[in-house]
């Protein structure tokens, strides 16, 4: 049966990324049908808007969403609900994304690529699962407002609100847990319950899902000490589930590790397995078209899309192993290179990755 990909490129580095992915996926000979429409700015460009129903309409329709990367400095002053960054939000809400699962893998080929001693990093492998559609990101009430009493009378205020349901925290802990189970069977779970109610409540709900999972070890960490772990003894976790602000900030952290935010994907997933796979790294635009951006993390991501959307993990497979043999033949794109290794460009690693699939 065919399966429809919906492309969507965006910014900055995004196009020339996202073409070199679509190579690699035309050479499986799998039955896709791949449409492409413009996200972020390039949309606002054209139609006004950066998440125009065109684009959006095309989504919902589709099986699986490639897409590149949004955001360019550009943008920056309008106003916020036309920005690029709107667009991969709206897609979240709009699809029920709740799942986002961020690997942060260092392949033992780029370990000096780390700020961190290579024995502290060496063999790294940890996934974040963050929830992706609830908390203070969302949440309502939102807004500014004029004070009326307090200390702060006759003031204007900004707030946002953070808050999670039962269902919310429930359906992220059994993603989680379920990671857990098919890797090293421990989970983390990182909260601020020593201060937040949300947190609090979050943790309560883990522990009572943690009961359908006895093979799995639940430990909590608030999230102050996590970043510190993170960058102390990465290598001590195995999974980490989180809210959608944590998450965000861990996963940022969680990447750098690595020192190769360059070959890093993602998959965000709904309830029924439709999700948005993209690279973990931005749009770059400094770099934007000069054909030197690094487009394994967006080859990776079209793997991760493999493997959860499409069921094809053997397909998955071969590119994740095409990938590999890249680079132990020594090809490097500018932001992983070092001595002694070759130097190539976004599209001679795209003709490196096809010639190794075959
Ligand atoms: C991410 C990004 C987004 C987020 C931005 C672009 C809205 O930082 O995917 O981590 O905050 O979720
Ligand atoms: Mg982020």
């Not at 920056?76 to 699962?101: K, V, Y």
């Not at 497979?317 to 130097?343: C, F, K, M, N, P």
């Amino acid at each position: 049966m065919t399966k429809k990909i919906a492309v969507l490129p965006g910014d900055g580095i995004g196009p020339e990324i996202i073409e070199q992915a679509v190579r690699v996926l035309g050479a499986l000979s799998l039955d896709l049908e791949l449409e492409t429409q413009p996200v972020g700015g390039a949309a606002y460009d054209v139609h006004g808007h950066p998440l125009p129903p065109v684009t959006l309409e095309l989504a919902k329709r589709s099986d699986a969403i490639l897409f590149g990367a949004v955001g360019d400095w550009k943008y920056d002053n309008l106003p916020r609900e036309h920005r690029p960054e709107q667009a991969i939000l709206g897609l979240r809400r709009a699809l029920g994304l709740f799942a986002n699962l961020r690997p942060a893998v260092l392949y033992p080929e780029l370990a000096n690529a780390s700020s961190l001693k290579p024995e502290v990093v060496a063999g790294l492998d940890i996934l974040i699962v963050r929830e992706l559609t609830g908390d203070i990101y969302f949440g309502q009430p939102r807004g500014v407002r004029l004070l009326d009493d307090g200390p702060f009378k006759g003031e204007r205020q900004g707030f946002d609100t953070m808050h999670y349901a039962e269902t919310e925290i429930r359906r992220i802990g059994h993603v989680a847990f379920q990671a857990a189970r098919k890797r090293g069977k421990k989970l983390c779970s990182v909260d601020k319950a020593n201060v937040l109610e949300t947190s609090q409540f979050w943790r309560d709900i883990m522990i009572d899902v943690a009961k359908e999972y006895p093979d799995v070890e639940l430990s909590h960490m608030y999230v102050d000490n996590a970043a510190m772990q993170l960058v102390r003894a990465p290598k001590a976790f195995d999974v980490i589930v989180t809210g959608n602000l944590f998450g965000d900030i861990l996963s940022d952290e969680a990447a750098m590790l690595t020192g190769s935010i360059g070959m890093l994907p993602s998959a965000s997933l709904n309830a029924s397995n439709q999700g948005l796979y993209e690279p973990s790294h931005g749009s770059a635009p400094d770099i934007a078209g000069k054909n030197i951006a690094n487009p394994l993390a967006t080859m990776l991501s079209a793997a991760m899309m493999l493997r959860y959307s499409l069921d094809q993990s053997a397909q998955a497979d071969r590119i994740e192993a095409a990938v590999q043999s890249v680079l132990q033949q020594g090809l490097r794109t500018a932001d992983i290179y070092e001595e002694g290794t070759t130097r190539v460009s976004t599209s001679e690693m795209g003709d490196a990755v096809l010639k190794a699939l075959k």
